[in-house]
């Protein structure tokens, strides 16, 4: 059997560490259960060689809101196209190009989710991203 003094600091350390263990529970109770659910998809089509990022769009809040962003000030838009799960679609088109801020709207809803969305370079010649799920 170790000394007293071994077996006082032996306790101290289980102590410590199952305080850190419940610590680690509350922070990640603390999580929003949305943020496990928002998702996105950057278009590379832009600068030399279309090897630039020209913006991107995404899903979040739980599936009812997407947005569209533009990153490339050369004149043609992004946009972010979704489907519903009642077969419902849509589109948002950032709004001010590629000036700071992005644009988004909510036609989701807790019974009628996003379920699929992409994202598309608006030019002459359209390019999309393959569908995905959201």
């Known amino acids: 059997m170790p000394p007293p003094r ?3 600091r032996g306790r101290r350390l289980i102590r410590v560490a199952g305080a850190g263990a419940a610590a680690a529970g509350l922070l990640l109770a603390g999580t929003p259960v949305a943020s496990a659910h928002d998702t996105s998809i950057d278009v590379i089509r832009c600068g ?8 991107y769009g995404g ?4 599936h009812t809101r ?5 990153t490339f000030s050369d004149g043609i838009g992004v946009r972010t196209e979704y489907l519903l799960r009642n077969g419902g679609s849509g589109y948002v088109d950032d709004a001010n190009g590629s000036a700071s801020g992005c644009s988004a709207i909510f036609p989701g809803t807790s019974s009628n989710p996003i379920t699929d969305f992409r994202v598309c370079q608006k030019s002459n010649v359209w390019y999309c991203v393959g569908w995905r799920p959201a």
């Not at 030399?48 to 913006?55: E, I, L």
């Not at 899903?59 to 739980?62: C, K, L, M, P, Q």
């Open 6 to 8: 071994q077996r006082a």
């Open 48 to 55: 030399y060689q279309w090897q630039a990022r020209c913006g």
């Open 59 to 62: 899903v979040t809040d739980n």
């Open 66 to 70: 997407v947005y569209s962003c533009d």
